[in-house]
Every structure is written in C-alpha cells, then in structure tokens.
C-alpha cells in the first residue's frame, strides 16, 4: 500500500482539490462528448449496428455528465477508485465498437491512468496502467482477424505501459508534492494561546498520521522539572497526555536527539526486522544494529513506525513517533522531515513562550489583586470590626442586643478571614513545585475545613490545570462540598481530582449512615453542563459518590 492510498485511509478528504476534480470531469464529459459527435457524423466510425453505436457512445456521454454533477455535491456517493474503473471500461467499449484495436484511440487509455495517478499515487496509477494494458492486449484479441495477429498489438500496449509509467510518476509526483505542501501550510497556522497543550497536539499528530497514514502518533517532551511527558493520539480520540516513569523515559526518550529511524518487521513486535538510521543534521546513514533497538521494539509492539526529532533552533523539544505508518515508508524523507521538524518545533516553541509569559503576567497580576484587595477591601472590614467591638462594649451583656452585635463581629471576622485566604491564594500559587492551580485548590479545602469542621482528604492524580477553567473549577469544589455540609451529617468526606484523555474529573464521596431520599444537586448539574459536561449521582450502601466530567478543552475554548 502507498504512503498516499494509507494517507486516504486515515484522512477522508480527498487528495485533489477541488479545481482539480472540476478539470478532469470537464476533460471526461468532453471526451465522451466526442466519441458521441464521432459516430453521429461518421456511421462508418463502427462497425456495429448505428443504434448500438449510439447507445454505447451516449451512455459513456450521460455517465460523464452524472460524475461531473456528483462530484462536488456527493462526493460520497461513488468511490473516486470507480471513477477511473469506469472511464477504462468506456474506453474500451468505444475502441470495440470501432472494430479496429490499432486504431490510435487507443491513446485515450492513458486518460484514466492519469485520474488514477492524481487521485492516489504513482502506486496506483502503475496498477491502473497494467490493468488497462492487459485489458487493451485481450480486447486486441477478441477483435482480431485472420490472418493472425500480428506483433503490432504488442507494441501498442508495451507503448502504453511505458507512456502509462511517465504519465503516472508526473501525475503521481504532483499529487505528493501537493499533499505535503498541504501537510505545512496546515501545521503552520498558529495555534490559539491557551494554557493547554492538547489542543495543539491533536491537531499536528492527527495531521502527521494521516500524512504518514499512521494508526497513531505520540510526542514525547521533557517538562521544566526534568520529567519527561507524552502527548498520545489514536484516529477518533483527542491527545491525552501522561508524566512517564524513569524506566518509561529511559525507553522512549533514551533514542539520541539527532537519529531519524524507521523500523520496518514481518511481525508485530519481532526482534528481527531492518532499521534505516539517518543523522538529522548531516543526513549520513548511521550504522545500527537492530539488536540496539529491541527495548525500543518490543515497547512499541509495531511492525512499522518512524521517529524524528523535533528542535526548536538549537534546543532539542522532544521526539515524535508514528506507529503502523504505510508500507511505502522504507526510508525517511529526510528534507520533508526537517521541514515538519522545523514547522512543529517553532509552533510549539512559541506556544510554550505564551505560556511562560501567561505565568508571569499572572503572577504579577495576582500580586497586584492582592495588594488591592487588602487595601480596599481587608482595612475597611477591619475598621467595621473595630467599631462593632466599640459598639458591643457599650452593649450590655443580658441585653437583646447583644447577641446580634456578637453574630455581626463573628460574620465580619469570617469575611475577613475569607479574604485573607483570598489573598494567601493568590500569593502562594506558584510557590514550592506544586501547580499552581493544585495548590489554590488545596488552600480552599483548608480554609472551608476551618470554617465548617468538616474533614476533607484531597485526593490528588495526574492534575494540572489553565487558568482560565481555575474560577469555575473552585465554584464547583464549594458548591460540592458545601453541599455535603448541609445535606449530609457526615464528620469527613473525599475529594478526588484526575485530568485524563483531555477531560477533568472531580468526585465527591462521603459516608452515609442511614437511607437517604435520592438526591440531585441541581446547581452543581446546571453548572457542570453550562461548561459542556456532565454529573452522576451513585449511591451505594455506605456511601454516596458526585462524580463530575468536564471537557477540558473545545472549539473557541480559551
């Protein structure tokens, strides 16, 4: 299979463009066309009876006229690989009916040769050609008369193939020419600043696989605390991504930064197979036996993938691989491959600047937040607790009033409190190596178990997390937990927060000591599907389980 019939396979789109498909129905419609003016003018133009004549030339008429309307409207409806199928079966048929196979219509064999070619390749377009040629070789048969057959048919259907073959690799290389100018004009529009990076890779190795006609494609980076991270797609799926173990890092990442590899085996997973190693910088072949790469292999469980790396200028990025890609892929194109380097590495080099940047601006930002909200908000609430102080000493102690004085001085210090938590948030968001948004999070579970005495164990895998979602995630965390608080007389409850395949996860469970009307929390489904997910409710014997999924990403999600 070709690297451009796997590409077809992985990417529904069609290789040619629209102009393109215009043209080749208008030359079919005007070739048929010509054949049907050729036997109305010139009944000697066959030797069958005139009306067959005029069936067989204006069915060929109306077959073209039906690809040229279905083309840009259903494009579905018949197979670009039927389209060429068809003209060569039309061709024929029209050679036939002249009774003559050395006529020179049969040069007009060439026409579904170069659709073939164009549509998917010079694999195909070859196939095609020695498909017509034998069909040409049987019909030049089927219409010959005594004396014998002469060698002239031969001649004509070697002059096929060969004409077949030139116009194949000319029409085979425009189409990879152009698909690969497709592949970077469509990796290099800029990718949206946003905090996350699954987005961007979605999109660029759902882009590669389908180049490469891959089953799926992982990158894998190393993060600014020494780790390293991989970003995985499979075709249907949005990229998850996973902090790897050493063990894990020593396999994937352990390839040197400058090789360019592809394994090709017989089985999946074989320890015997041929590998091509090229220097990415120079593009010398390097010598290496299959036998250093088994960790690698055997990891991968694949008969054949390619790998590369990716540098941003000097700074090595990570490297891609691209599992099962076509069969055609024996050995790396290299210059195209240094052209997909370049392009990726310099979009994601720029998105992990915006993103440094969003850091600092935030930082800077909350610092400034949180010198406005104790100038203008803290001292005022301190001087209200002054007065209330003031006015409660003038209180007496058994009067009624004085109890709703001691109810507005406790209100007041949990306002204040809560807004020095506020702040002591915002200051503390990047301090230590947590995430920032983890350790907001963690700071709000402390301060309600400070308020309300209700114990709560975080339960923490795999979290980080944009700003952007920050706000809404900590509405939703007190909106839970207060939940439990008024609705439950549980002493403790759970709180766990995963971020898996692209999606957030946040349960709440507590224990329950008696059977309990069911329950739907109503803000928290409202709020949950205003951001585009969901909210199960499981009860069980002992416990009752809010588990809530959010996307964490969409179209027009910043």
Same mark, same amino acid.
């Given at each position: 299979?070709?690297?451009?019939?796997?590409?077809?396979?992985?990417?529904?789109?069609?290789?040619?463009?629209?102009?393109?498909?215009?043209?080749?129905? +208008?030359?079919?419609?005007?070739?048929?066309?010509?054949?049907?003016?050729?036997?109305?003018?010139?009944?000697?133009?066959?030797?069958?009876?005139?009306?067959?004549?005029?069936?067989?030339?204006?069915?060929?008429?109306?077959?073209?006229?039906?690809?040229?309307?279905?083309?840009?409207?259903?494009? =579905?409806?018949?197979?670009?690989?039927?389209?060429?199928? %068809?003209?060569?079966?039309?061709? /024929?048929?029209?050679?036939?009916?002249? =009774?003559?196979?050395?006529?020179?219509?049969? /040069?007009?064999?060439?026409?579904?040769?170069?659709?073939?070619?164009?549509?998917?390749?010079?694999?195909?377009?070859?196939?095609?050609?020695?498909?017509?040629?034998?069909?040409?070789?049987?019909?030049? #048969?089927?219409?010959?008369?005594?004396?014998?057959?002469?060698?002239?048919?031969?001649?004509?259907?070697?002059? /096929?193939?060969?004409?077949?073959?030139?116009?194949?690799?000319?029409?085979?290389?425009?189409?990879?020419?152009?698909?690969?100018?497709?592949?970077?004009?469509?990796?290099?529009?800029?990718?949206?600043?946003?905090? +996350?990076?699954?987005?961007?890779?979605?999109?660029?190795?759902?882009?590669?696989?389908?180049?490469?006609?891959?089953?799926?494609?992982?990158?894998? =980076?190393?993060?600014?605390?020494?780790?390293?991270?991989?970003?995985?797609?499979?075709?249907?799926?949005?990229?998850?991504?996973?902090?790897?173990?050493?063990?894990?890092?020593?396999?994937?990442?352990?390839?040197?930064?400058?090789?360019?590899?592809?394994?090709?085996?017989?089985?999946?997973?074989?320890?015997?197979?041929?590998?091509?190693?090229?220097?990415?910088?120079?593009?010398?072949?390097?010598?290496?036996?299959?036998?250093?790469?088994?960790?690698? #292999?055997?990891?991968?469980?694949?008969?054949?993938?390619?790998?590369?790396?990716?540098?941003?200028?000097?700074?090595?990025?990570?490297?891609?691989?691209?599992?099962?890609?076509?069969?055609?892929?024996?050995?790396?194109?290299?210059?195209?491959?240094?052209? /997909?380097?370049?392009?990726?590495?310099?979009?994601?080099?720029?998105?992990? %600047?915006?993103?440094?940047?969003?850091? #600092?601006?935030?930082?800077?930002?909350?610092?400034?937040?949180?010198?406005?909200?104790?100038?203008?908000?803290?001292?005022?609430?301190?001087?209200?607790?002054?007065?209330?102080?003031?006015?409660?000493?003038?209180?007496?102690?058994?009067?009624?009033?004085?109890?709703?004085?001691?109810?507005?001085?406790?209100?007041?210090?949990?306002?204040?409190?809560?807004?020095?938590?506020?702040?002591?948030?915002?200051?503390?968001?990047?301090?230590?190596?947590?995430?920032?948004?983890?350790?907001?999070?963690?700071?709000?579970?402390?301060?309600?178990?400070?308020?309300?005495? %209700?114990?709560?164990?975080?339960?923490?895998?795999?979290?980080?997390?944009?700003?952007?979602?920050?706000?809404?995630?900590?509405?939703?965390?007190?909106?839970?937990?207060?939940?439990?608080?008024?609705?439950?007389?549980?002493?403790?409850?759970?709180?766990?927060?995963?971020?898996?395949?692209?999606?957030?996860?946040?349960?709440?469970?507590?224990?329950?000591?008696?059977?309990?009307?069911?329950?739907?929390?109503?803000?928290?489904?409202?709020?949950?599907?205003?951001? =585009?997910?969901?909210?199960?409710?499981?009860?069980?014997?002992?416990?009752?389980?809010?588990?809530?999924?959010?996307?964490?990403?969409?179209?027009?999600?910043?």
């Amino acid at each position: 299979m070709s690297i451009e019939e796997a590409s077809l396979k992985t990417n529904p789109t069609p290789a040619l463009d629209a102009p393109d498909q215009r043209t080749i129905a +208008e030359i079919r419609i005007v070739l048929a066309l010509s054949m049907l003016l050729a036997v109305v003018f010139d009944p000697s133009f066959t030797e069958l009876p005139q009306h067959l004549s005029y069936a067989v030339a204006a069915a060929y008429a109306a077959s073209a006229l039906v690809l040229y309307w279905v083309g840009p409207r259903r494009p =579905g409806l018949v197979r670009q690989r039927l389209h060429y199928w %068809l003209d060569t079966g039309w061709l /024929l048929a029209i050679i036939g009916i002249t =009774g003559n196979s050395a006529s020179p219509l049969f /040069l007009l064999l060439l026409f579904p040769i170069l659709v073939a070619a164009a549509q998917s390749g010079f694999v195909r377009g070859m196939a095609v050609s020695f498909g017509v040629a034998a069909a040409y070789g049987l019909l030049s #048969v089927l219409l010959a008369n005594k004396p014998p057959l002469g060698p002239g048919w031969v001649m004509r259907a070697g002059v /096929l193939l060969v004409l077949g073959f030139m116009v194949a690799r000319w029409a085979g290389a425009e189409n990879r020419l152009k698909r690969k100018l497709g592949t970077l004009n469509r990796l290099a529009r800029p990718a949206e600043l946003r905090e +996350e990076a699954e987005p961007f890779w979605t999109g660029t190795l759902e882009e590669l696989a389908a180049y490469f006609g891959a089953r799926s494609a992982f990158f894998i =980076g190393r993060e600014e605390d020494g780790s390293h991270r991989i970003y995985e797609y499979e075709a249907g799926k949005p990229v998850w991504s996973l902090v790897l173990n050493d063990e894990q890092s020593a396999v994937l990442a352990g390839v040197p930064e400058r090789w360019v590899v592809v394994w090709r085996s017989f089985l999946r997973g074989s320890r015997h197979g041929s590998v091509r190693v090229v220097d990415f910088d120079d593009g010398k072949p390097q010598a290496v036996a299959a036998a250093g790469l088994q960790a690698l #292999v055997q990891t991968l469980e694949s008969r054949r993938w390619l790998s590369f790396p990716l540098n941003a200028g000097a700074r090595h990025r990570g490297r891609i691989f691209l599992v099962e890609v076509a069969r055609s892929v024996r050995k790396p194109d290299l210059c195209f491959i240094r052209q /997909l380097a370049w392009r990726i590495g310099l979009e994601w080099d720029n998105l992990l %600047l915006a993103r440094q940047l969003t850091r #600092v601006a935030a930082s800077g930002e909350r610092e400034r937040i949180s010198r406005d909200l104790h100038d203008s908000t803290v001292q005022p609430y301190l001087g209200l607790r002054y007065g209330l102080e003031a006015l409660r000493r003038k209180v007496p102690d058994d009067a009624a009033l004085a109890a709703d004085v001691d109810e507005l001085v406790r209100m007041t210090d949990d306002s204040v409190l809560q807004l020095r938590g506020y702040i002591r948030d915002l200051r503390s968001a990047e301090r230590d190596g947590a995430h920032p948004a983890l350790t907001v999070i963690q700071a709000q579970v402390q301060q309600f178990e400070e308020y309300s005495g %209700l114990k709560v164990d975080v339960r923490v895998r795999e979290f980080t997390l944009g700003e952007p979602w920050l706000f809404e995630v900590r509405q939703l965390i007190a909106e839970g937990l207060g939940n439990i608080r008024r609705h439950t007389g549980a002493a403790h409850a759970t709180l766990e927060l995963a971020v898996e395949q692209g999606a957030l996860r946040i349960a709440f469970s507590n224990p329950v000591a008696r059977i309990a009307p069911p329950f739907k929390p109503r803000s928290l489904i409202e709020r949950a599907a205003a951001m =585009g997910g969901g909210v199960e409710v499981e009860r069980h014997a002992t416990e009752t389980v809010v588990r809530i999924e959010l996307p964490l990403w969409r179209e027009g999600r910043t």
